[in-house]
Each structure stands twice: as C-alpha cells, then as structure tokens.
C-alpha cells in the first residue's frame, strides 16, 4: 500500500499530480523574509510558506510551536535594524 506522503511532491508538498514546481517563479529580491510558521501548518499540503520560500531565495520557514520560546537565532534575527514584523489578524 502507498503511503500518502510517497504520492507528493517533497519540494512543494502537493499531490504529484498538482505539482507545481515547475510554474514557481524565482523572484530575486534584496530583501530577507523569516516565516514563522505554526508546526501543524508545515504538515499541510498547500502551505503557502513553503511555497514563498521556493519562490524568494531569501525565505527562511521557521516552524514554532505556540506556548514556547522562539530559538535564539530567529529572537536576533528580529532585533536586528530595518526588521519589520508582520503578523495576520485573527
């Protein structure tokens, strides 16, 4: 028997016969992007993060569980200068 995670793509987690990773654009940009992604959304298929880190080579996805602390890596990376936080409301 095949094992769901055998029938998608490994890079951008869709069904093989959605895979788009041929259509991804690579979007050169100055410009570093953190994704701080609850840990459940990285176990979905249409996750829109793995997505944009395909898409800008400067994307880094982070996966974050609510309740504990942020590693200390990603905590300086947004105390650096000219960061910016963006956070989607409920």
């Known amino acids: ?3 769901p ?8 987690g869709l069904q093989r016969l959605w895979c788009i990773c041929p259509e ?7 410009l570093r992007f953190l994704v701080i992604r609850h840990w459940k959304d990285g176990l979905r ?3 829109t993060a793995r997505l944009a880190a395909l898409a800008l080579p400067g994307c880094e996805v982070v996966d974050h569980a609510p309740g504990e602390p942020l590693p200390e890596g990603v905590r300086a990376r947004l105390a650096e200068p000219d960061t910016w936080l963006l956070f989607p409301p409920k």
């Not at 995670?5 to 951008?12: D, G, I, S, V, W």
């Not at 991804?24 to 100055?30: A, D, F, H, S």
Request: glycine share 4%; proline share 14%; hydrophobic share 20%.
């Open 45 to 47: 298929g249409s996750n």
């Open 5 to 12: 995670e055998h029938l998608r793509c490994p890079r951008c």
């Open 1 to 3: 028997m095949t094992r």
């Open 24 to 30: 991804v654009p690579t979007l050169p940009t100055r």
